[in-house]
């Protein structure tokens, strides 16, 4: 029988509220404080509570505070991140991010998704599913990214766009829902 924490992490409906996952978020919410936090003028003790939180990150990972994740583990970055301000992963599932990923302010990355039906949202069931950013990615400024998106390798996608749907490489897509406007050169 699989723990919730399987169930969570393969995308199986599972219980929010359950214990280890609870006690995981604390943990998570205890480090982004110390981090949110921080002083600017303290890059190697914020890099540090960074390292201990993001599940992998590559060379030149940066995050402007504040900053807020449900674990934390399920972020994989490559080299060259950087996240604006204010922004928030929830990262029940996996979330990957590609390398030279510019993320303006206030981006929200989800991947947890709830039951349509009220009935069994109440019962603190849940999913997730991942989402993938390619490489050289810029998304502008309170862009929302839902649950099983992927954004493809040197797109843009434009501030305040909800996407909703998966993004293919080289374009510029904006709106809600957010729609592919042009393709780059």
């Not at 890059?43 to 994740?69: M, T, V, W």
Request: net charge negative.
């Amino acid at each position: 029988m699989k723990t919730e924490k399987e169930k969570m992490l393969a995308g199986e409906p599972y219980m929010a509220n359950d214990e280890v996952l609870s006690n995981e978020r604390l943990m998570a919410r205890i480090l982004l404080k110390s981090f949110n936090d921080s002083a600017p003028d303290e890059p190697e003790h914020r890099a540090d509570l960074l390292q201990e939180l993001i599940g992998k990150s590559g060379k030149n990972f940066h995050i402007e505070p504040p900053f807020y994740c449900d674990y934390g583990y399920n972020i994989e970055a490559g080299d060259d991140v950087f996240f604006n301000f204010n922004c928030v992963v929830l990262d029940v599932t996996s979330v990957k991010i590609g390398s030279r990923v510019l993320c303006g302010p206030n981006v929200q990355i989800y991947t947890a998704t709830h039951p349509m039906d009220a009935q069994t949202r109440g019962t603190m069931i849940e999913s997730a599913k991942p989402i993938t950013i390619g490489d050289d990615v810029w998304i502008g400024g309170s862009a929302v990214i839902c649950p099983g998106v992927t954004i493809g390798s040197r797109s843009v996608i434009g501030a305040g766009a909800v996407v909703t749907k998966d993004i293919p490489d080289d374009v510029f897509a904006a709106g809600n829902p957010c729609k592919v406007i042009k393709k780059l050169k």
